[in-house]
């Protein structure tokens, strides 16, 4: 079974540049999640997705991150512009359990804002 | 705010020596789970333990949970080089599904 694939890896971008993660969750998972992860700390949720509606996106900075997933599979993630704090690793994790079960997660996009 | 809180920040041990973990968090749960992270990687899931549930095994990995005293623990036992890594504990409130997770400990095993 295939993994949760992201992409790109890595980016660096200039501040106040915009930068978009995709990805790809495992097939037939119906939730899908994006957390951040500063470096030292633990992930923080910024969106939940079920199927291609928004559960929870209490915690995403709607100024200038934003979200999609087109048809309840693939998922994007934007930010516009970006600030130096917001350097730091976006994980992509899906998962087929209603609810909070067994999150599978994808190797993460590294984003330095320089 | 993170629901999770792990102690030690920094665990460091030797190769075959148990090494336990501790996550306390704050309100009610519906299950507590535990990710490991190895340097740049994505999280793994290592084990789930429901609120009703008071410990688990799997493999040398032993799990507790006191709901009254609203914490976990992790042990790894006979533990390997291998095992280095970041550990989180992530709570599920009873108020919703989303999944919170703390600070984690980082683990290394030496040699």
């Known amino acids: 079974e295939a993994g949760v694939a992201q992409s790109p890896r890595y980016k660096i971008i200039e501040k106040r540049q915009s930068v978009a993660f995709w990805c790809n969750p495992i097939?037939?998972?119906?939730?899908l999640y994006w957390y951040q992860q500063i470096l030292g700390q633990g992930p923080k949720l910024l969106i939940q997705?079920?199927?291609?509606?928004?559960?929870?996106d209490s915690q995403l900075p709607k100024d200038r991150f934003s979200a999609e997933r087109l048809k309840g599979v693939d998922s994007t993630l934007k930010i516009q512009p970006a600030k130096l704090e917001d350097s730091a690793v976006y994980l992509c994790?899906?998962?087929?359990?209603?609810?909070?079960?067994?999150?599978?997660f994808g190797e993460g996009s590294r984003l330095t804002v320089l | 705010s993170q629901q999770g809180e792990e102690d030690p920040q920094a665990l460091s041990i030797q190769e075959g020596e148990n090494a336990t973990m501790n996550c306390s968090y704050k309100?009610?749960?519906?299950?507590l789970q535990w990710y490991r992270q190895n340097s740049g990687r994505g999280l793994v899931h290592l084990i789930l333990?429901?609120?009703?549930?008071r410990e688990k095994h799997s493999g040398r990995l032993r799990v507790t949970l006191d709901t009254s005293k609203k914490s976990s623990s992790l042990l790894i036992t006979a533990s390997r080089a291998a095992d280095t890594a970041s550990y989180f504990c992530?709570?599920?409130?009873?108020?919703?599904?989303?999944?919170?997770f703390g600070e984690g400990t980082q683990l290394t095993v030496n040699p």
């Open positions: 992530a709570t599920d409130g009873t108020s919703g599904s989303r999944l919170t």
């Open positions: 994790a899906s998962s087929g359990a209603q609810g909070a079960g067994e999150l599978f």
């Open positions: 309100t009610s749960i519906n299950n």
């Open positions: 333990i429901r609120s009703n549930e």
């Open positions: 097939s037939g998972h119906a939730t």
């Open positions: 997705f079920q199927n291609n509606g928004v559960v929870d």
